[in-house]
């Protein structure tokens, strides 16, 4: 069992940064692929970067060129920093890894509870 705990979010001007961290506790896992995804109020979730097996790294288009996504093997934690944050970038923000198992399990894919990031003056 993998747990995942998010934090960072907050309440941010626009044009300012902020950095969320997703840290994933258990045992005998690795990450595989990662990713963060947002929901806004009334609209769907949406990804926002995923970065499969260390290789292809994928962002939306919203925020490509404005954010980073990064891990931490040793610490087990995925990061997202966001740059020149705009009102519209306001939602609740998950993380998502897929991971597998010591034993050859997997990939089993986890959820963190969400961050809320409000952008706004």
């Known amino acids: 069992q993998v747990q995942l705990v998010e934090s960072g979010g907050g309440l941010v001007q626009p044009g300012r940064s902020l950095r969320l961290s997703c840290a994933a506790s258990?045992?005998?896992?690795?990450?595989?692929?990662m990713g963060w995804y947002r929901q806004a109020p009334g609209k769907q979730r949406e990804l926002v970067a995923r970065?499969?097996?260390?290789?292809?790294?994928v962002y939306a288009e919203s925020v490509k060129g404005r954010s980073t996504i990064s891990r931490d093997n040793a610490k087990n934690t995925v990061y997202l920093e966001m740059y020149n944050l705009k009102p519209e970038d306001t939602a609740v923000y998950f993380c998502?890894?897929?991971?597998?198992?010591?034993w050859g399990g997997g990939p089993y894919d986890y959820w963190g509870q969400g961050t809320q990031v409000t952008v706004s003056s």
């Open positions: 970065e499969i097996r260390g290789d292809s790294t």
């Open positions: 258990g045992s005998d896992f690795r990450i595989t692929t």
């Open positions: 998502h890894v897929a991971i597998t198992t010591a």
